[in-house]
């Protein structure tokens, strides 16, 4: 499945959800903000929202500092 991630053009192997998709990437357990078509999805909702051919998703990594 053809899809758009971080604004490059990618392929999955298969159809997949948002927590899948993270796991995909080995970014499980990752403080990570998600954004499916300019919208944020909150981690609550990785497991129930499916990525469908041609979405964008955006993954922004947390990054911690002081």
Do not use: Y
């Amino acid at each position: 499945m053809q899809i758009q991630l971080n604004g490059e053009p990618s392929q999955l192997p298969r159809a997949m959800n948002l927590a899948e998709l993270m796991e995909h990437l080995q970014l499980q357990g990752r403080r990570v903000a998600v954004e499916l078509n300019q919208q944020i999805v909150p981690k609550s909702r990785h497991q129930q929202t499916l990525i469908q051919p041609g979405d964008q998703i955006e993954i922004v990594h947390a990054i911690g500092g002081g």
